[in-house]
């Protein structure tokens, strides 16, 4: 077994609600999943990450976990989780769990006995403080904008949250806590995950003596993150996945409003030792400029250790989805399909987020629709609220979109008849054979998979373009922002289209990029017979 598996591989990650319903009951769950197995073999998805599906009392939509060894009846039973375990790696798909360090939830067993004394033995396995005079022990505010202590009604002493109240902190400096956490890992592990992504991991330590954060324009939060235990506790988990190998794991670094690609480069330590990838959100924060994404994935790039391996991602389950960050609707195809092949041709392990493979868009919740608690609470500054990108996937036409045979939890986007699965698999230009040209394209290419990769000044302000070369294999891409056609001729003669955008293959002679086209090319002078689908059938490796 390749135990670097994951450098290559393209990650699909699935919001477990709205995926696939098999119950009728309008919630998604496991055994949906497993029934839509094929589904990614057929776009070529190599690993799945599942946002978590613990036992939950769902106030953070599964984010606030009750039982770490167990599902929650709304997405099956632990026996389900096995089968889709079984069946994914028959398939030879890999399973990465969302495993949430940083707090429980107030219901979980630990946090109960927590509080149910100040001398109680769990009592230092959460974050409490007596506060000062009946006051708040410091400034620190959670990361849904609210006073971060709760002042707990058993004892009268306030204990932290990062996010709701309902979600209280861990306390990484206690060592028999850090013990019985290592525990849930080997306890999956030992099932046969195949790695975890590691929720907001930056934040799991806070500093010793719960200093104020300074108050400054930017809210900087110095104190309540990023502490430099965290990379110590980081070895000791990456010490642990190596006793499992072929295992990894992907560490959501939380920076608000914006990404920070030092940091997130810095929880990979040498490269080998702590994270195996780190999810900066610079990508996430980008608006419709070329130069802008160059920017934020060179820095990304710059930052990071020579031995660490990038990753990417354009949308998920917080942020929504990356086509509705680009001002007006439109010229979305069009857009998704760029955003696809800069995906899936950046160096780097990239994460698909459900529904993005059609090109799905935020949908328009009205206040009453709204289920996620942070929406309601943020309501109307943050329309929809998280909810907009986590409504139900679009599998074909029929009612609730074959999501369900039950009354849908969230409302589907209401485009679903017109932009599903069923759809777009029979466009052969669709965003969905976009990507699955592309994923196809990529593991064809060990330029595309493993090369190195290099920026190219094309003179347009509106075009990134960068090439990926491995051994004397190069393949050069070039994504046109703008809604102008542009001129390729400085650095596209005698080039072999292996695959564009647009509907017909464009007649390369002219060298023309036409609005928001992408291209993927080499500098082959042979012209290479190309498939009906518009890729190459023997690409010059
Ligand atoms: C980040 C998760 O992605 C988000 O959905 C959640 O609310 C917070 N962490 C708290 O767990």
Not at 177 to 189: G, N, P, Q, S, T
């Given at each position: 077994m390749d135990k670097n598996w994951w450098k290559q591989a393209v990650f699909y990650h699935i919001y477990p609600k709205s995926f696939q319903d098999s119950d009728g009951d309008g919630i998604g769950d496991i055994r949906g999943i497993i029934s839509r197995l094929d589904y990614f073999t057929a776009l070529g998805i190599d690993a799945v990450w599942l946002s978590p599906i613990y036992r939950s009392p769902m106030v953070d939509g599964g984010y606030d976990i009750s039982d770490y060894r167990d599902i929650d009846p709304l997405f099956g039973t632990l026996d389900d989780f096995r089968e889709l375990l079984k069946q994914a790696h028959n398939k030879g798909i890999r399973i990465m769990m969302d495993l949430v360090m940083n707090h429980t939830s107030d219901r979980h067993p630990w946090f109960m006995e927590s509080r149910s004394s100040v001398d109680n033995p769990k009592r230092d396995w959460y974050i409490w403080h007596a506060?000062?005079?009946?006051?708040?022990?410091?400034?620190?505010?959670?990361?849904?904008?609210?006073?971060?202590w709760h002042r707990d009604e058993v004892t009268g002493h306030f204990y932290y949250h990062s996010f709701f109240k309902e979600q209280p902190d861990l306390n990484w400096r206690n060592e028999d806590?850090?013990?019985?956490?290592?525990?849930?890992?080997?306890?999956?592990?030992d099932m046969g995950v195949d790695g975890f992504r590691l929720d907001v991991v930056n934040l799991i330590v806070k500093d010793g003596l719960l200093r104020n954060n300074p108050i400054t324009l930017n809210h900087s939060k110095i104190y309540n993150r990023n502490q430099p235990e965290t990379y110590d506790i980081l070895r000791e988990f990456r010490i642990l996945l190596n006793e499992y190998p072929g295992t990894t794991s992907v560490g959501e670094i939380y920076v608000f409003p914006c990404g920070n690609p030092k940091l997130a480069a810095s929880f990979l330590g040498n490269g080998d030792d702590m994270l195996h990838m780190a999810f900066d959100f610079s990508l996430i924060f980008c608006t419709w400029n070329a130069r802008k994404y160059f920017r934020a994935i060179q820095s990304y790039y710059k930052a990071l250790p020579p031995a660490g391996q990038p990753c990417f991602f354009i949308s998920n389950h917080d942020a929504g989805r990356s086509l509705s960050r680009f001002g007006r609707v439109?010229?979305?195809?069009?857009?998704?399909?760029?955003?696809?092949?800069?995906?899936?041709?950046?160096?780097?392990?990239?994460?698909?987020?459900?529904?993005?493979?059609?090109?799905?868009?935020?949908?328009?919740?009205?206040?009453?629709q709204i289920r996620d608690p942070y929406g309601k609470k943020i309501w109307p500054i943050y329309r929809g609220g998280r909810d907009r990108g986590r409504t139900p996937m679009q599998w074909n036409d029929s009612e609730s979109g074959g999501f369900t045979s039950g009354e849908p939890w969230l409302s589907l986007h209401r485009d679903f008849?017109?932009?599903?699965?069923?759809?777009?698999?029979a466009d052969e230009?669709?965003?969905?054979?976009?990507?699955?040209?592309?994923?196809?394209?990529?593991?064809?290419?060990?330029?595309?998979q493993l090369g190195n990769i290099e920026f190219v000044e094309t003179g347009h302000n509106g075009i990134l373009a960068y090439t990926r070369t491995f051994d004397d294999q190069q393949v050069w891409i070039a994504l046109n922002f703008s809604s102008r056609k542009q001129n390729l001729s400085r650095f596209s003669q005698n080039c072999q289209l292996l695959f564009s955008t647009r509907p017909k293959i464009v007649d390369t002679g002219k060298n023309l990029l036409y609005p928001f086209e992408a291209v993927v090319f080499t500098k082959e002078a042979a012209l290479m017979p190309l498939s009906s689908s518009g890729i190459m059938k023997n690409p010059p490796i």
């Open positions: 506060g000062h005079n009946g006051k708040v022990p410091n400034n620190w505010r959670t990361n849904f904008f609210e006073r971060a806590m850090k013990r019985a956490f290592f525990e849930i890992f080997r306890f999956w592990l439109r010229h979305t195809h069009e857009k998704a399909k760029l955003l696809t092949v800069m995906l899936l041709t950046l160096k780097g392990t990239p994460f698909i987020y459900y529904g993005d493979e059609l090109g799905m868009t935020n949908a328009r919740i009205s206040r009453k008849r017109k932009v599903n699965v069923e759809n777009e698999i230009y669709s965003v969905w054979n976009t990507c699955r040209k592309m994923i196809e394209l990529r593991k064809t290419l060990p330029s595309l």
